[in-house]
């Protein structure tokens, strides 16, 4: 079983840097969210014929045991929203409605844990930014040191970007995630609901409840999804999240998720893409993290090729011009990176009633509201 002294912060970046204080906060947030999960688990077992919680907080309750090889463990999904996908065969994806424009105030219609903002000029595609950190980690960000999270959005939106901005009501009125440089003038972070990080752990801890109907344990992923309620089968990341961890729990596995916790950008497939007839590689550059825990990237044409007058709508792909951002999002495999257990002989019989595990012991600080509007809260099924 996997052991941390402390939770690293998404993709090992450098925020924390200089600054132990930082470390030590971000554990204790992160241990609350999985400590939440497991309680929640305990309780739920409990009142439905017991078992072994196999989830657990790699932090306290980690040990040396042997773990799988990481590759065992590894979700993968793709970045475009499986509900704008192409509605049937020879119809293209609604690019269009993924990533329509959005004021300040509001969130991205982009729902994979990924989300890119297109930069446009004179009727072209300059540049196209994808992100997939979660918003509640840049609101701990920004409410801990203030000052790098400026940083940051000076870096990577734009230096107009001032600290009156980020804390429209002061600093006692919260992150605001809905800011106007992280929605209509750009993309800092995710702005979806269900993108945060304490969905992707909840998800993960309650999908180890192996599930049984009419006699037959649950295995396939849609109906296990339908049945346990944690998360939403539009989606391709929930479904293939779920379905994987259960099966780590079936296998008698103990399962968490490896540190630094985080969704990520794994890897961009840029073949077929040419320019002017000529392969064009390079122009999709991680700017904040490395493959395959990348946190941020950029698709642009280099100096020389746009003092050229060359733009991204120039790229093509398998011979299509790009139009969109989302003609690059559904080139992007994002995953997450799960721990599990050399079996170790936990088989929890299976529950033999359908329905989401409830939270429990929840701490305030996760639930509260953001300024922007939005509760941290669990991904929902579809209808909810």
């Given amino acids: 079983m996997a052991h941390y002294?402390?939770?690293?912060?998404?993709?090992?970046?450098?925020?924390?840097?200089?600054?132990?204080?930082?470390?030590?906060?971000?554990?204790?947030?992160m241990s609350n969210v999985f400590d939440t999960s497991v309680a929640s688990l305990v309780t739920y077992l409990a009142h439905h014929?017991?078992?072994?919680?196999?989830?657990?907080?790699?932090?306290?309750?980690?040990?040396?045991?042997?773990?799988?090889p990481a590759a065992a463990?590894?979700?993968?999904?793709?970045?475009?929203?499986?509900?704008?996908?192409?509605?049937?065969?020879?119809?293209?994806?609604?690019?269009?409605?993924?990533?329509?424009?959005?004021?300040?105030?509001?969130?991205?219609?982009?729902?994979?844990?990924?989300?890119w903002f297109v930069n446009w000029k004179d009727g072209k595609i300059v540049s196209v930014h994808f992100t997939c950190e979660a918003y509640d980690y840049f609101q701990f960000l920004a409410e801990t040191a203030p000052d790098k999270a400026l940083g940051l959005y000076q870096t990577s939106i734009s230096p107009q970007v001032q600290l009156a901005d980020l804390f429209p009501n002061g600093p006692a009125g919260g992150y605001d995630i809905l800011n106007k440089w992280n929605t209509e003038l750009g993309a800092m972070h995710l702005t979806h609901p269900a993108n945060n990080l304490f969905a992707e752990v909840f998800l993960a801890a309650t999908a180890t409840v192996r599930r049984s109907q009419h006699g037959a344990e649950i295995t396939q992923t849609i109906p296990l999804i339908r049945c346990s309620q944690y998360g939403d089968e539009t989606r391709n990341s929930d479904p293939a999240i779920g379905a994987a961890v259960n099966g780590?729990?079936?296998?008698?596995?103990?399962?968490?998720?490896?540190?630094?916790?985080g969704l990520y950008m794994a890897n961009f497939n840029g073949a077929g893409l040419t320019l002017n007839g000529q392969p064009a590689g390079g122009f999709f550059k991680v700017v904040r993290g490395t493959f395959p825990l990348a946190l941020r990237a950029v698709f642009e044409?280099?100096?020389?090729?746009?003092?050229?007058?060359?733009?991204?709508?120039?790229v093509k792909i398998g011979g299509t011009s790009i139009q969109f951002g989302g003609q690059l999002a559904e080139r992007i495999t994002m995953?997450?990176?799960?721990?599990?257990?050399?079996?170790?002989?936990?088989?929890?019989?299976?529950?033999m009633t359908c329905g989401g595990v409830p939270q429990v012991n929840?701490?305030?600080?996760?639930?509260?509201?953001?300024?922007?509007g939005l509760a941290l809260a669990p991904r929902q099924p579809a209808g909810a």
């Fill in 5 to 29: 002294n402390a939770f690293s912060p998404p993709g090992n970046n450098p925020d924390f840097t200089g600054d132990p204080n930082l470390t030590q906060a971000w554990t204790e947030h």
């Fill in 49 to 68: 014929g017991g078992g072994t919680c196999q989830f657990y907080n790699p932090v306290s309750q980690g040990r040396a045991d042997p773990d799988l």
């Fill in 73 to 115: 463990t590894d979700i993968p999904w793709n970045g475009f929203p499986k509900r704008h996908e192409a509605p049937g065969p020879g119809q293209p994806p609604h690019y269009a409605a993924a990533e329509a424009p959005i004021a300040a105030g509001e969130n991205r219609d982009q729902d994979e844990y990924l989300e």
């Fill in 248 to 261: 780590l729990s079936r296998d008698g596995r103990r399962v968490t998720l490896a540190n630094p916790v």
């Fill in 301 to 314: 044409l280099p100096p020389e090729l746009a003092a050229q007058g060359l733009t991204v709508s120039d």
């Fill in 335 to 351: 995953h997450i990176a799960g721990v599990a257990s050399v079996a170790q002989d936990i088989h929890n019989a299976p529950v």
């Fill in 362 to 372: 929840l701490p305030a600080h996760v639930v509260k509201p953001f300024a922007a």
